[in-house]
């Protein structure tokens, strides 16, 4: 069964199943996105929202300044390559974009292939990553 990580400034870094990912509120999302290689691609994936994981793994940040939750960064790999998002565009409080770690895709369970991570707002598909392995969550840090 697939799992990946979760780590890095969080109290309560993880490995997690796509079974204990369904632990979490499941969101659906209806996507179309152009795939470079096999063009527009139309999909209903379902899973845990990824804002909501990582607030379960007590990220280490002052919950209360938004300038300080600004600075966090995630970097997400799998199967298939890697993204990066900025924690903002997660919050409720600056894009609140409801990114999800999938696990069903157009009605089949992920358990063996992986949860995947969907950008339902992305129009081009480069930031979805199927077979998720690592979600790493941390600080950029100040210029020297």
Partial sequence: M?????????D?????SVADLRGWEQH???????????????????G??????VAGAG????ADRRKDRSRFLLAVSGGDGHSV?????????????????ATRLDGEDLDEAG????????RCGARYVSA?????FGALASPA
């Fill in 2 to 10: 697939a799992e990946l990580m979760l780590h890095g400034d969080l």
């Fill in 12 to 16: 309560h870094p993880a490995t997690l």
């Fill in 28 to 46: 659906r999302a209806e996507v179309v996105f152009d795939c470079a290689t096999n063009g527009p691609q139309h999909h209903v994936f379902e």
């Fill in 48 to 53: 845990a929202l990824l804002r909501d994981v």
């Fill in 59 to 62: 990220p280490a940040f002052d």
């Fill in 85 to 101: 998002l900025a924690w903002a565009e997660l919050d409720a409080d600056f894009g609140g974009s409801p990114v999800l770690l």
């Fill in 115 to 122: 949860a995947q991570l969907v950008v339902p707002s992305d």
């Fill in 132 to 136: 998720v392995t690592h979600v790493w």
